[in-house]
C-alpha cells in the first residue's frame, strides 16, 4: 500500500530512556516532517527535512534528534525521556510544489 | 506569520440536522486551508484543501467550506449529521508555499441520535 508509515503504533518507557520512532513514506515525497499532538489534541510542527536536509526546526529540546537516512525516511531519537514528552507524534510529508500531505498513523508515546 | 483560531472547541449536533463548524485566520500572504478530520485513537484524514481555486470547496463525506477573504474565514459545514461524523475537527492554514501546516486547536463535534 502506498503511505506514511510510522512505527511503532504505541510506545510504554521509564522516564530518562531512549527511544527512536521511525517513519517512512512510499509516496515519492520530497519533504518528510515531525508533529507533536499534545493531551489537549493540539498539533505542533517540529521538524522538517527536504532531501535529507534539516529545513525546519521549531523550539524543540535538543533532545530531539531527527534523522534522515534517505528522503524516504525520517527517523525521530528522543534521548532522555520525560514525562512532559507523552504525546502523539505524527510523521507527514509531501510533494515539492504541492500543498496536500499525508500523515502516518501516529505514534502514542507515554513515558511513565 | 499564519494563525489559525477556532472558535469553538466543542459543538454537539442531533444527527440529521446540519453542521457548523467555525474558523477565522490571520495571514500576511494568500493562504491555502485545509480541513482535516481524526476520528478517536486515529490519524488525521484531509476533508477538503483551498488553494486559491474557487471558494466553496466540496471534501469527502458531504462537507463543504467557504472561503472568505473579507471575513478572513474558512467554516465548515455539512447539511445533515452523522453519527460517524462524530470525531476532533482541525482547520490549518500552510505556510508560504506550503512549507509547514499550522493547526487550529480543534472542535470536538458530538453528534446525538
Known amino acids: 500500500d502506498t503511505a506514511v508509515s510510522q512505527t511503532p503504533k504505541y510506545l510504554v518507557t521509564q522516564m530518562g530512556n531512549d527511544k527512536s520512532i521511525k517513519c517512512e513514506q512510499n509516496l515519492g515525497h520530497d519533504t518528510m516532517y515531525w508533529y507533536k499532538q499534545d493531551s489537549k489534541k493540539f498539533l505542533k510542527i517540529m521538524f522538517s527535512y527536504n532531501n535529507k536536509e534539516l529545513i525546519i526546526n521549531e523550539t524543540v529540546p535538543n533532545r530531539f534528534s531527527p534523522k534522515s537516512p534517505d528522503k524516504a525516511h525520517l527517523n525521530l531519537h528522543i534521548n532522555s525521556l520525560e514525562l512532559g514528552d507523552s504525546a502523539v507524534y505524527f510523521c507527514?510529508?509531501?510533494?515539492?510544489?504541492?500543498?496536500?500531505?499525508?500523515f502516518g498513523s501516529g505514534t502514542r508515546l507515554t513515558v511513565v | 506569520a499564519q494563525s489559525v483560531t477556532q472558535l469553538d472547541s466543542h459543538v454537539s449536533v442531533s444527527e440529521g440536522t446540519p453542521v457548523l463548524l467555525r474558523c477565522n485566520y490571520s495571514s500576511s500572504y494568500s493562504p491555502s486551508l485545509f480541513w482535516y478530520v481524526q476520528h478517536p485513537n486515529k490519524g488525521l484524514q484531509l476533508l477538503l484543501k483551498y488553494t486559491s481555486a474557487a471558494t466553496l470547496v466540496k471534501g469527502i463525506n458531504g462537507f463543504e467550506a467557504e472561503f472568505k477573504k473579507s471575513e478572513t474565514s474558512f467554516h465548515l459545514t455539512k447539511p445533515s449529521a452523522h453519527m460517524s461524523d462524530a470525531a476532533e475537527y482541525f482547520c490549518?492554514?500552510?505556510?508560504?508555499?506550503?512549507?509547514?501546516?499550522?493547526f487550529g486547536g480543534g472542535t470536538r463535534l458530538m453528534v446525538k441520535p
Open positions: 490549518v492554514v500552510s505556510g508560504r508555499a506550503g512549507n509547514m501546516l499550522t
Open positions: 507527514a510529508s509531501r510533494s515539492q510544489g504541492n500543498y496536500g500531505y499525508t
